[in-house]
């Protein structure tokens, strides 16, 4: 069974940054696209930013330019790297990856960005 463990969330002032890692376990089989969502409350879940196997990438627009994502040395770790966070980025974070088809995510970790 495939898991997806997050770590890094926390509280930070707007301006600030933040890392977040994912580590899976469970598989032996790259997992592709591996990726990051979160979630704020009264919204939906919403995609952040994903990578493939071939390392192409996508972001969502409210990220470009201040997010980066990317794949560890490690099989099936990744990364969100967050810089100059608002506070319209506290949200609770999820990993999310994709095996055979199959949807797997994370617990989930929360980002709180202050004023």
């Known amino acids: 069974q495939v898991q997806l463990v997050e770590s890094g969330g926390g509280l930070v002032q707007s301006g600030g940054s933040l890392r977040l890692s994912c580590a899976a376990s469970?598989?032996?089989?790259?997992?592709?696209?591996m990726g990051w969502y979160r979630q704020a409350p009264g919204k939906q879940r919403e995609l952040v930013a994903s990578i493939e196997s071939d390392d192409s990438i996508n972001y969502a627009d409210s990220v470009k330019g201040r997010f980066t994502i990317s794949r560890g040395n490690a099989r099936n770790t990744v990364y969100l790297q967050m810089n100059a966070l608002k506070r319209e980025d506290t949200a609770v974070y999820y990993c999310a990856a994709n095996r055979l088809g199959a949807d797997y995510w994370g617990q989930g970790t929360q980002v709180t960005v202050s004023s």
């Open positions: 469970g598989t032996a089989i790259v997992l592709s696209p």
